[in-house]
């Protein structure tokens, strides 16, 4: 799968409501590909540091490379994000909160469905930890830590 996703309203959109992110930070979760990928490579153009939240894959370090290509002068930090780990979670969340004093923006992007009914290690539903319970823990964990100072 290539990233060259041609979207009918986005250059609108960006024109019309898009603004200066330089200074900011943004954590996107699943960033790999879609909308993940595009709104990491919208908010690197605008000037924004983005935090790719990611599984440790092949998947992710050709995200990781696509998205430098597609913006050299993008500021990426890849956290490594396990959303079916809350062990990994919480260090990704631990990680983020020692490297940055505060979160602009949080985009909870990344999702599974249709997959079959099995516990992750945390005894939960892959999908109900993936899409609402590790999001969870990074909103919490991200948007009420105290700024350093």
Do not use: W
Request: hydrophobic share 35%; with cysteine.
């Amino acid at each position: 799968m290539t990233n060259q996703i041609q979207t009918l309203q986005l250059q609108d959109v960006l024109k019309n409501h898009g603004r200066d992110l330089t200074n900011k930070v943004a954590a996107i979760t699943g960033t790999t590909s879609g909308t993940g990928f595009i709104c990491a490579r919208e908010l690197a153009r605008k000037g924004a540091t983005v935090i790719l939240l990611n599984r440790e894959s092949a998947r992710s370090q050709k995200g990781f490379e696509q998205l430098q290509s597609a913006v050299p002068s993008g500021k990426f930090d890849e956290i490594e994000c396990d959303l079916q780990s809350f062990k990994s979670v919480r260090s990704a969340v631990e990680t983020i909160t020692s490297r940055y004093e505060v979160i602009d923006l949080l985009v909870n992007n990344a999702g599974v469905m249709a997959l079959k009914d099995e516990a992750t290690e945390d005894g939960y539903d892959v999908q109900m930890q993936t899409n609402v319970l590790s999001h969870f823990l990074i909103t919490k964990g991200t948007l009420s830590f105290t700024p350093k100072k």
